[in-house]
DNA sequence: CTGTAGTGACTGACCAGTCAGTAATATATG
DNA sequence: CATATATTACTGACTGGTCAGTCACTACAG
C-alpha cells in the first residue's frame, strides 16, 4: 500500500488543528508523552517503540528522526517537566507567610495539583521500576527532582520547630515518612492494587495531613 | 565444555552439604530464589531465563523441567513466602496483651524482620512493576497478601479507637498512611535512589511509630 | 539395563535500529 | 501564475541480534 488511508480527509480531532503531516516542532513533545504513557504501563524493556510511534501518529522511522535511540526517549521522558514544578513549589515556599501547618498543607495539594495528579506521576514509577537498569537517569532524577524535593520538606519542618509551632524529632527521617505516602498514591495510580483502593486522593491526603500536624505539634 | 568447572570438588558453600546433581526436591525453592533477585534486579522483561538458571546453578533446560514457562517462575515467585508471613502476624495480633501502641510498635517491627529487610520485599517492587502486565497476579497478591495486610493494621487502629486510646478519625485512609513508609522502604532497598538515603531503617521505623502514635492519640 | 535428572544446540518469533525511497512543501525559473 | 527543481519530513521493508521455549541426547542411580 502506499497511504495507510487517505492523504487529505477528515483529520479527527487533534490538540492543535493539525496539518497532518510536516510538524517537525510538535513532534518530540508528542512522541515523548506517548513513551510516557506506554513505558509507565508496560515498562520499558516490555514496550516496543513501533508502539510509541503509532500512539504518536508517527512512523518508527520518524521517531529516529527525533530521538537517537530507545534509551535517550526514556532520559527524555524523565528529565521533562518535573523539575518546573519543583522550581515553582521553591518560589512558594520561600515567599510563604503564615503558619508552618498551613505551608506544609500547601505543599501537598500542590504536589497533588502539579504532580501526583497529572501524568507525571508515572515518573515515579517508572523510576521505581527501572533506576537499576539507568544508573545515571536515576541519578540526575535524585539530584534534580528527589533531594530538592526532600529539602523542601526538611526546609518546611525545620521551620516548624525553630518557631516552636512542632516539637523537635529527627528531621531527615520524619521527610521521608511526610513523602512516602505522597509517592505511594502516584504509584498507586498505575500499579492497579497497591493502596487507597477507593479512598479519593483528596481525603487521603487530608487525613496524612491532619495525622502529621498532629504527630509533629508541640503537646 | 561438559562442566562447568569439576564434578566432584570443592562444593564451594552451600546451604546444603550438596550433592551438585540429582537433587529434584530442592530446585523449585533455588530457582524462584534466583528469579526474585534477578526480577527485582533487572526487571521482569529483561531478565533472561539463561540468567536465571545459572544463578541456580542449573542450565535452562532444568528450569523447564520445574517450571512450564517463565510466567509461571513469575507466579510462583510472588505467591511464596509472603503469606505464611502472613499468618503468623495474625496469630500474633490476634493473642496481643498490652496497649495498642505497643501493637502496632509490635506489628512495624515484625515487618521488617520478616518482610522487609528479607529478599521478601523484592516482591513487593516486581508488583508495582508488574502488576499492569499479570492482572491474576496482581489480583491474587492484592487479595492474600494487601488487603490482609490492611485488615490486620485496620483491626489495630480500630483497637486504639474502641479503647479510647485513639481519637477518632477516617481508619482506611490512616492504614494507608500506616503501611505507605514500610513499603517505600522495602521499594528503596532495590530503587537506589528513592528514600531514606542513609537513614537506618530501624530509626526510620521508630521515627514513624513516634509519630503515628503522637498523631492518633487523643490529645 | 531401566528410569530419571539434567544438558545445550537449535528454532522461530520478536524487535531495535537502518536506509533507500516517497511525498509534501519551499524555491527557482520561464 | 504555471511548471520545474531542490529540500525536507516522513515512511516501512529489511537485517542482525536476542531470547523463550523445545527436544534429542548424556550420564548417573538403583
Redesign the interface.
Known sequence: MRHPASPPPATSLSPTPDLRRRRKDARPAELAAAALRLFV??????TRLDDVAAAAGVSKGTLYLYYPGKEALFRAVIEEGMVAALSLAEHEVAAFRGSTADLLHALLIGWWERIGGTPLAGVT?L???????F?EV??Y??EQV?DRGRALVRATIARGIAEGEFRP??V???V??V???L??LA?SR???????GS?APE??L???F???????KR?
Chains 1, 2 share one sequence.
Not at 41 to 46: I, N, Q, S
Not at 127 to 133: A, C, D, L
Open positions: 504501563d508496560k515498562g520499558y524493556t516490555a514509577k523510576i521505581i521500576s527501572e533506576s537499576r537498569n544508573p536515576a541519578q532524577y535524585r528527589l524529632l529527627d531527615d527521617a520524619a521521608d515518612i513523602i512516602a505516602p509517592l505511594l504509584v498505575f500499579s492497579l492494587p497497591l493502596a487507597t479512598i481525603a487521603y487530608e487525613t496524612h491532619e495525622l502529621l500536624v498532629n504527630g509533629l503537646s
